[in-house]
């Protein structure tokens, strides 16, 4: 029993230690150690099980929820992050869709904006691999929902891998929209292969495809290319991003609209 009790604490623990870091983005270990009055050894072995589960990110002396170039956030924390400006941008990004066109939507926050939206201009075709969009979309009266199998992945409330691209190059949607974890002067980036192969293979379903970053995401790489900018048609930012960086991709002919 004690042992039951035990564990049940070290799980309620851990599970108030990541809501910790997403809140506060990142943390040491001497401060988690002192906030939950355990030892530094505990702390380090609770960051231990938060990161195999796709949680957080341990680096030397602290843990993080935030994103680096190899390293996704959790849906959890990505949930929380910058919503007022992928909301200007969801509402933009919506002025482009057309009312009984089809729409394929990826498993970023920043599509799941959109999605919050798309019953403005239904009747739609809405396709999507992401579990959250999925549930949002389905009661909404006008939406035609077709859902991308794959293996489910839980860090990303989406559906993945092998089976997923089948099903995304198996389709041609009226427009695509994906939002990526950077992007430079030139390419789109993303930290994780299996996303990565997901947006390439969605990028290339549709007859005009939508890139949805806020300004978090420029000037920034990550460890995999997505695709080249000149792949999308259209780039949308939030009025935050910096004028210099808007002014550049410009000047290499890309079409960038900021949402206001």
């Known amino acids: 029993m004690k042992s039951r009790q035990h564990a049940d604490r070290g799980v309620a623990r851990r599970q108030a230690m990541a809501e910790h870091l997403m809140r506060h983005g990142s943390a040491s270990v001497s401060e988690l150690a002192e906030v939950f009055r355990v030892s530094v050894m505990t702390v380090h072995r609770d960051l231990d099980e938060l990161e195999l589960q796709g949680m957080v990110r341990k680096y030397r002396g602290g843990a993080s929820a935030q994103a680096s170039s190899v390293f996704e956030s959790n849906i959890a924390y990505r949930l929380t992050a910058q919503n007022t400006e992928k909301e200007a941008i969801a509402r933009y990004v919506v002025g482009l869709i057309e009312p009984g066109s089809s729409v394929m939507i990826d498993d970023s926050t920043t599509a799941l904006a959109v999605a919050r939206h798309l019953a403005e201009v239904a009747p739609l075709t809405v396709v999507t691999n992401f579990l959250e969009a999925i549930k949002l979309l389905a009661p909404v009266p006008g939406i035609r929902l077709m859902a991308l199998g794959g293996e489910y992945h839980p860090t990303h409330d989406s559906f993945l891998g092998v089976g997923c691209v089948d099903a995304v190059e198996a389709m041609n949607t009226d427009t695509v929209i994906v939002s990526t974890s950077a992007i430079s002067d030139r390419h789109a980036f993303h930290q994780e292969q299996e996303i990565v192969l997901v947006k390439r293979a969605m990028v290339a379903a549709g007859t005009r495809c939508i890139l949805a970053v806020d300004h978090t995401k420029l000037d920034r ?18 009025a935050q991003a910096p004028a210099e960086a808007v002014k550049r991709l410009r000047e290499r002919q890309y079409n960038v609209e900021v949402a206001g």
Do not use: G, N, Q
């Open 221 to 238: 790489v990550a460890l995999h290319r997505v695709a080249p900018l000149e792949k999308f048609d259209v780039i949308v930012v939030d």
